[in-house]
């Protein structure tokens, strides 16, 4: 699987998957997020514009990371998702759990604001 | 009606994408909406990635799939391994409800939750002689 990556700005980086996110390419995913986050780089956006579609590793697999940033000061925030990972997210509750954006931009702003209790 | 159709792969996770394929086609040929087959290929797709993990962890094994269409708008699907055997009510239920949390969240169970989710019907047999059977019903949506 394809994984963009960029700095937003100096502490913020973007991760964008492309493809789906299955139980064969979540462990790609969750290692270029470790990479970050054992990097202490704990404001990450990662762009879903690219994924075609998620199951529950991937779902598990964002979990996991979320959970390690917000212990590091972070966060992870997410943008992009099309109507297919919307609906899966919408099914099991987690587009209140998770901060949602549009676009990039958004969800790197995100970062500026208190995280919502 | 159309003609039953069967796939055998070996209960590997790199075979998941030919799995998506073979179910999709399927539910297509079934009458299905977009919408459905797209429930369909995500419930398969915990299914066997289930199976996978979790039947097959200390074994290995083929993953059986056949899909019949009873009527048009309407696709079963059985999915046979012949790995480790579960309890379904011992799985536990994701607690998802609002205002949680992310600790309260829990890993396991997320897989089966969303098979019930998407499918109209969802059925375990668990067999010495046949081994893990699962059956499937999606019903063209109105």
Do not use: W
Not at chain 1, 85 to 99: A, K, P, Y
Not at chain 2, 111 to 140: A, H, I, Q
Request: charged letters at 25%; aromatic letters at 6%.
């Amino acid at each position: 699987m394809n994984i963009v990556q960029e700095a937003l700005s100096s502490e913020v980086y973007r991760v964008a998957p492309e493809g789906r996110l299955d139980a064969v390419t979540v462990p790609a995913l969750e290692a270029v997020l470790r990479e970050h986050l054992d990097a202490k780089r704990v404001k990450l956006v990662l762009d879903l514009a690219q994924v075609s579609y998620m199951s529950s590793s991937g779902l598990r697999a964002l979990l996991r990371s979320r959970r390690e940033a917000q212990a590091g000061g972070g966060d992870v925030v997410l943008c992009g998702l099309n109507p297919r990972v919307r609906e899966v997210f919408e099914m099991i509750g987690f587009t209140s759990l998770f901060r949602l954006y549009d676009r990039a931009a958004e969800a790197a702003a995100a970062f500026d604001k208190p995280v919502p209790a | 009606m159309g003609a039953t159709q069967r796939l055998t792969v070996p209960g590997k996770f790199e075979h998941l994408a030919q799995i998506a394929e073979f179910v999709t086609t399927a539910s297509r040929a079934a009458g299905l909406n977009d919408d459905d087959v797209f429930h369909v290929e995500m419930a398969v797709d915990e299914a066997c990635s289930n199976i996978i993990e979790h039947a097959y962890a200390e074994l290995t094994g083929d993953i059986d799939l056949t899909c019949y269409v009873p009527e048009m708008g309407r696709l079963d699907i059985v999915i046979r391994d012949h790995g480790q055997s579960f309890n379904p009510d011992e799985v536990p239920v994701p607690r998802l409800q609002e205002g949680a949390g992310l600790d309260a969240v829990q890993e396991g169970g997320l897989g089966l939750y969303f098979m019930r989710k998407l499918m109209d019907e969802v059925r375990f047999e668990f067999s010495p002689e046949n081994g893990n059977t699962l059956y499937m019903v999606k019903r063209k949506q109105a």
